[in-house]
């Protein structure tokens, strides 16, 4: 990978090596919208008891057992701050789960799907596409690629090390699991040369040892190689088209968690929580934290804090601003109960640091040096000022992964990659309003061609009835003319 | 000061017909020149620029029997976009056609509706089904929100709500402008 930052945590910061599991709470909070933000539907009434595992929407599923309420308007982990429609789950404190018995070995795919989509399994990597959609279009092609991604490159997220080195034989087991059911010419597990221990751990197992059907690929920690598109194109030489993914193109690339979810899916276990690193924001201190979806935020920093003493004096200083997301991609929100979701890998206490008032661009091209998907941040920089769309697309703004890294080294300051998420959301935006005018422009057609037809029959058929009444006339006269000329002809004869 | 403003006449007479005479060279038929002009128009299908439909104004563009600034759904950027196509100015939405709305959809109060059919033939993109004494609904996917339909409801139970939820309209803001 050209480009990238390589960061590292501080020399002398510290990482509590244990995954601390929250208690449960008393009350989830389920938002009914989508991370893309679409409006889900669901059967369930307010009052209905569900089971953990119980998928309630697409993609929502009960933490844990309970009393589903009412939706109410609801703090959202989002970068838009909006409230949304959210479901609250009252836990019965009992936590029973719904029966799913594990699947036979040889059920078939679609069955497999369906478990993936029951269960809840979406990427972890923050804008929660579906598995089982995912896996499906690979499985269309016959020549497959298996991509385990277990490279999370910001510092300050610790979780798939964490699980990793605490649940490798686990790990090692779900990988073999996906591999025969994929059957992928190769499977490639890309880590970062910083994951020593996990590395260690996987490799170390009795099951890896047997039968490595894993190659594994060790990167150098530099961020963001475990962006999907630029770890496709590293790995297999894949060049993806815009708005292709790299499923279509036969190559199933999937976090190192999602592996587990889907597991533990096929095995009878919903998609209910997550691995989470919390740390100060000056990554000091970090310990990592197994948390339900719908967890309130707050709960997650309080419990945290009594398991750390770093963090517990970051949030004494910090009380009200957390980060959502790593040092570079996250983005900062008040402390509430908004919930913690699939996308939430890590929190950081205390408020982002504050940006600099950027200056005019020197167009040192520094920026351009550091772009992983090789792009020259500074031309984006003035088409999306002037929401220039042609240009935009002409310096490729969708190869774009919002990494940040050209944020981090501008010496003006400027905040380049929020210009670019504005800039992407115009583009969209332009797209969306081209298709529903596409859209209605062919249903007006329709109407107006059959508004014409229907005139048009209207036509033929009330000639038709002219011409034959005509005709009717014409042969009633005809008879009237015969019957008369017989009344003339009778007496002569 | 008449002459002047007759020279200006001709002189604006003269930049249009220049516009048109150069597409006319480069795009071979009229046909194509409509084409290109409807594509512009954001097909509503209001009636509000005094035609009948988006393409029958692009055709009365095309032949010059109207301005670019007759299009209130479109508002400037279809104006931009025809000023741009064209080779002629960019005007300001002329208002006697209407003002520029956020995207709007109908909804038909279902509890009040009596079922007489009459909001189904206005509709130009068949948005709304429903069948003699029975409930009629609208497809918001499918409607433009042209407001067609509004008049001829005689029991006044169609009204126009914002097209989407603001969840779904959001989109992230330009970083302030402080350089
Ligand atoms: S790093 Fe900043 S100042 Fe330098 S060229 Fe890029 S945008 Fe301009
Ligand atoms: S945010 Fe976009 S432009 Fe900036 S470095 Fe990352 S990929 Fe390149
Ligand atoms: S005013 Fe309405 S009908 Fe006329 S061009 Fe604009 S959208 Fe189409
Ligand atoms: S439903 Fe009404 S507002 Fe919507 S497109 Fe049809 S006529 Fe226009
Ligand atoms: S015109 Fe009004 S009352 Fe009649 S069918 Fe349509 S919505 Fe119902």
């Known amino acids: 990978m050209k480009g990238g930052l390589a960061l590292s945590r501080p020399a002398n910061s510290t990482i509590d090596d244990q995954i601390h599991t929250l208690p449960l709470q008393a009350t989830y909070y389920l938002p009914a919208v989508s991370y893309s933000r679409a409006v889900l539907h669901s059967q369930y009434e307010p009052g209905q008891s569900v089971l953990r595992g119980e998928s309630i929407a697409q993609g929502v599923i009960a933490p844990t057992s309970g009393t589903l309420r009412a939706q109410v308007n609801h703090a959202w982990p989002h970068p838009s701050h909006l409230e949304v429609p959210t479901w609250e789950l009252e836990a019965d404190g009992l936590d029973t789960a719904l029966p799913l018995a594990p699947l036979a070995q040889n059920v078939t795919t679609q069955d497999k799907l369906s478990r993936l989509t029951m269960a809840g399994v979406q990427g972890l990597g923050g804008a929660g596409f579906s598995t089982a959609k995912k896996i499906e279009r690979v499985l269309q092609h016959t020549e497959r690629t298996l991509i385990i991604n277990a490279v999370e490159c910001e510092p300050g997220v610790e979780c798939d090390r964490m699980l990793m080195q605490s649940h490798a034989s686990s790990v090692i087991e779900a990988c073999h699991a996906l591999v025969e059911w994929i059957q992928p010419t190769q499977t490639l597990f890309a880590i970062e040369d910083d994951k020593q221990s996990a590395i260690d751990a996987l490799t170390s197992d009795k099951t890896h040892q047997q039968n490595p059907v894993l190659t594994w690929v060790t990167l150098p920690a530099v961020y963001p190689s475990g962006a999907e598109s630029l770890l496709v194109q590293r790995l297999t030489g894949l060049h993806l088209a815009p708005n292709q993914r790299a499923a279509d193109a036969g190559v199933l690339c999937v976090n190192v968690g999602t592996v587990m979810a889907i597991y533990n899916a096929l095995n009878g276990n919903a998609a209910i929580d997550r691995l989470i690193s919390v740390s100060t924001q000056d990554l000091m201190h970090t310990t990592t934290l197994s948390v339900r979806f719908g967890t309130p935020l707050n709960a997650v920093l309080k419990f945290a804090a009594s398991q750390h003493t770093g963090l517990a004096e970051a949030l004494r200083l910090n009380p009200t601003a957390v980060q959502v997301g790593g040092p570079l991609s996250g983005f900062s929100r008040p402390i509430d109960n908004a919930p913690i979701l699939a996308g939430c890998n890590a929190l950081l206490i205390g408020p982002s640091h504050q940006s600099q008032p950027p200056s005019a661009c020197i167009r040192c091209a520094e920026c351009a040096t550091v772009c992983p998907a090789n792009l020259l941040p500074q031309e984006l920089y003035t088409a999306a000022r002037s929401d220039d769309h042609d240009v935009l697309k002409h310096y490729r703004l969708d190869a774009c992964v919002l990494c940040g890294c050209c944020d981090v080294v501008c010496p003006a300051h400027i905040p380049l990659t929020q210009w670019f998420r504005f800039a992407k959301g115009s583009v969209a935006e332009q797209a969306q309003n081209e298709a529903d005018a596409a859209l209605a422009r062919t249903r007006s057609e329709q109407h107006a061609a059959r508004v014409e037809q229907r005139a048009l029959e209207k036509a033929v058929a009330d000639e038709q009835r002219r011409s034959a009444a005509a005709a009717a006339k014409h042969a009633k006269a005809d008879i009237q003319a015969a019957l008369a000329r017989v009344k003339r002809k009778k007496p002569s004869a | ?179």
Request: proline content about 9%; glycine content about 8%.
């Open chain 2, 1 to 179: 000061m008449t002459w002047l403003a007759l020279t200006s006449l001709l002189l604006l007479c003269l930049a249009i017909g220049y516009g048109f005479a150069r597409l006319g060279n480069s795009q071979s038929s009229e046909e194509t020149l409509i084409e290109r002009i409807n594509d512009c128009l954001p097909q509503t299908q209001c009636a509000q620029c005094h035609f009948p439909g988006c393409r029958p104004y692009a055709e009365a563009i095309a032949d010059g029997r109207a301005g670019i600034n007759q299009c209130p759904p479109g508002g400037d950027a279809t104006i931009h976009a025809l000023s741009e196509l064209l080779g002629v100015e960019a005007l300001p939405l002329d208002k006697q056609f209407g003002v520029s709305k956020p995207p709007l959809v109908a909804l038909i109060d279902e509890a009040v509706c009596i079922g007489c059919t009459l909001c189904i033939p206005p509709c130009p993109v068949d948005a709304i089904v429903g069948s003699g004494k029975l409930m009629h609904t609208v497809i918001a996917e499918d409607c433009t929100g042209c407001e067609l339909c509004i008049a001829p409801c005689p029991v006044d139970c169609i009204s126009l709500v914002p097209a989407t939820a603001e969840i779904t309209q959001w989109r992230p803001a330009a970083p302030e402008q402080r350089s």
